[in-house]
């Protein structure tokens, strides 16, 4: 007689199911939540940052590169640097005072051995610069040389105005402290509203009951 024979099954625990290319183990937990001190305390951080960069930015910003000379009919004349925000109080020179003027020359500092000239205004008071950077050409410089010459030796014809205006060239490394301020300054200011945003979900996740 035969008896039946019962076949008994193992069943093996099966893996836990993952993304391709993924190794370890799945969270489900939330990313950690920067607490709104921390939050606070790098905005201010970022904001006080802001505040050297834009003091050096401003000030090579308002570098005084545009130089404006005034000759009225026989005298005086107005010498005057301004800047981007600011202007100098103005040089005023009698008739009496003003010996002509020169053009200055020196050497380029790019080892270019190359001649650089500018315009020169000469006086009993000292020697002040008509431009504020120089130049390669010997004939732009003179130009300026000239109207005070024959002003000087004619002080009754027309006054004339004549400027050089180098504030473009002259403030580059300002526009770059400056660029850079306002964007730490935006920065900061991010980070401040993310700090405000995440002041507001704490105190309405300390007001709501616990379940």
């Known amino acids: 007689m035969r008896t039946g024979q019962r076949s008994h099954?193992?069943?093996?625990?099966?893996a836990p199911l993952s993304r391709p290319g993924y190794e370890?183990?799945?969270?489900?937990?939330?990313p950690p939540v920067t607490?709104?001190?921390?939050?606070?305390?790098?905005a201010i951080?970022?904001?006080v940052l802001s505040i050297p960069f834009f003091i050096f930015g401003l000030a090579f910003l308002d570098t005084k590169a545009r130089i404006e000379l005034q000759c009225?009919?026989?005298?005086?004349?107005?010498?005057?640097?301004?800047?981007?925000?600011?202007?100098?109080?103005p040089e005023t020179f009698t008739l009496a005072e003003i010996q002509g003027a020169r053009v200055e020359r020196d050497r380029s500092p790019r080892g270019e051995q190359q001649n650089i000239y500018r315009p020169v205004l000469v006086t009993t008071r000292g020697e002040f610069p008509i431009a504020y950077h120089w130049v390669?050409?010997?004939?732009?410089?003179n130009r300026a040389v000239i109207s005070v010459n024959h002003f000087r030796r004619n002080p009754e014809s027309p006054g004339f105005t004549?400027?050089?205006?180098?504030?473009?060239?002259a403030s580059r490394l300002?526009?770059?402290?400056?660029?850079?301020?306002?964007?730490?300054?935006?920065?900061?200011?991010?980070?401040?509203?993310?700090?405000?945003?995440?002041?507001?979900?704490?105190r309405t996740q300390a007001a709501s009951p616990v379940a």
């Open 9 to 14: 099954s193992r069943e093996f625990p099966r």
């Open 24 to 30: 370890g183990p799945v969270s489900d937990s939330a």
């Open 35 to 42: 607490p709104s001190r921390s939050l606070f305390i790098g």
């Open 45 to 47: 951080g970022v904001l």
């Open 72 to 89: 009225q009919r026989g005298g005086p004349c107005t010498l005057t640097r301004i800047g981007w925000l600011t202007r100098e109080a």
């Open 136 to 141: 390669a050409e010997e004939r732009e410089a």
């Open 162 to 169: 004549m400027w050089h205006d180098d504030r473009l060239r």
């Open 174 to 202: 300002g526009m770059l402290f400056t660029g850079a301020a306002v964007l730490v300054l935006l920065f900061g200011l991010w980070l401040t509203f993310r700090a405000v945003r995440r002041r507001r979900e704490e």
